[in-house]
């Protein structure tokens, strides 16, 4: 089981980095989708541009911190609950701050992650870790 779930989080951080190509214009993952320009915090103050490169940024980073959670499972390191649980909260975060305002096309800005991310906190922090000997 750790295995797969090493996985899973090393492949969830993966996608954040799919949706860096999106946020810097690089291609498109899906017909329309705009994310994350016209965030509600940041695109009035820094414009479509920044809050582009925030965002690019910002999912580099989470990418990073789900891809050192499953590694340190692999690793045999406890401390990959509290990296998990930073990153599903820093990638829910950052959805949320990045998120239109609109409730239209849920699907294309972030509402996936933001429930796998729930399910991530909720078995982490509510159900407790999986024991996996270590």
């Known amino acids: 089981m750790n295995i797969a779930v090493a ?8 996608v954040h ?5 999106q946020s810097m214009k690089w291609y498109q993952l899906g017909e329309g ?4 320009e016209n965030s509600w915090v940041f ?3 820094f414009g479509n541009k920044a809050t582009r490169v925030i965002a690019g940024v910002s999912c580099v980073a989470a990418a990073l911190v789900f891809i050192v959670g499953g590694v340190f499972i692999f690793a045999k390191q406890t401390a990959w609950v509290w990296i998990t649980v930073g990153a ?6 950052l959805v949320i701050l990045m998120w239109d305002g609109k409730m239209k096309e849920l699907a294309n800005k972030g509402l996936f992650a933001i429930l ?11 159900v407790g870790r999986p ?3 270590f």
């Open 33 to 36: 989708m705009t994310w994350p």
């Open 131 to 133: 024991d996996f000997g």
């Open 7 to 14: 996985v899973f989080l090393i492949l969830h951080g993966l």
């Open 17 to 21: 980095l799919l949706y860096l190509g």
């Open 116 to 126: 796998i991310n729930a399910a991530i906190l909720i078995l982490l922090l509510v």
């Open 43 to 45: 695109s009035r103050p």
């Open 88 to 93: 599903a909260a820093f990638s829910s975060l």
